[in-house]
């Protein structure tokens, strides 16, 4: 059992004898009346978000969810394909399953993925992926690294906001929690 205070992003836990993952969380303590936490649920299975709210204290079961190592293989627009790196098996997802994890993938990355009564629901990547840039602006002389930024599209198709010193072909880092631009990697 899972406790109110153990509650973070990417938890995942039993609700309503179903499956869900936290997507994001806030613990409120009012000046008057006792705490409670808000939470915004996913459900594993069928990807719908469910605004909870908990008690301080409440408990809630944790899932029969079993992560499993995997290689990413190919994706032919919507469905993603992934092979068990122990048994050789082949499994899909499609990409309103991956989420935003699509846009850290690529071919051949090893990442963990999720499964819940025998069938894959999500995959977990790192908190920051390196990623190419495919295509942004050129870059204009006279543009400092500290007045703004420009679109940058990605390997994956994640387009990202990004300093003006940033060009075709560079590396960043990116973090995979809120799409956003860290830095560039040499």
């Known amino acids: 059992m899972y406790a109110t205070t153990e509650f973070r992003k990417g938890l995942k836990i039993e609700y309503n004898a179903k499956a869900w993952v936290i997507v994001d969380f806030q613990h409120v303590s009012p000046g008057k009346g006792s705490a409670f936490v808000r939470t915004k649920l996913k459900n594993l299975e069928t990807a719908q978000v469910l605004e909870v709210t908990f008690k301080s204290g409440d408990k809630v079961a944790i899932p029969d969810v079993e992560t499993r190592k995997m290689q990413y293989l190919y994706n032919d627009g919507s469905i993603y394909t992934f092979m068990d790196v122990g048994t050789y098996d082949q499994h899909t997802l499609t990409s309103e399953?991956?989420?935003?994890?699509?846009?850290?993938?690529?071919e051949n990355a090893v990442v963990m993925v999720t499964f819940y009564r025998g069938r894959p629901v999500a995959v977990e990547v790192e908190n920051f992926a390196i990623l190419?840039?495919?295509?942004?602006?050129?870059?204009?002389?006279?543009?400092?690294?500290?007045?703004?930024g420009k679109?940058?599209?990605l390997e994956t198709g994640l387009v990202v906001t990004v300093p003006f010193h940033v060009g075709q072909g560079d590396m960043l880092k990116i973090d995979t929690r809120t799409n956003a631009y860290i830095e560039k990697v040499r």
């Open 97 to 106: 399953e991956l989420g935003d994890s699509r846009y850290y993938i690529i």
């Open 132 to 148: 190419k840039v495919v295509e942004t602006q050129p870059n204009i002389k006279g543009d400092t690294s500290g007045g703004g």
């Open 151 to 153: 679109p940058a599209t």
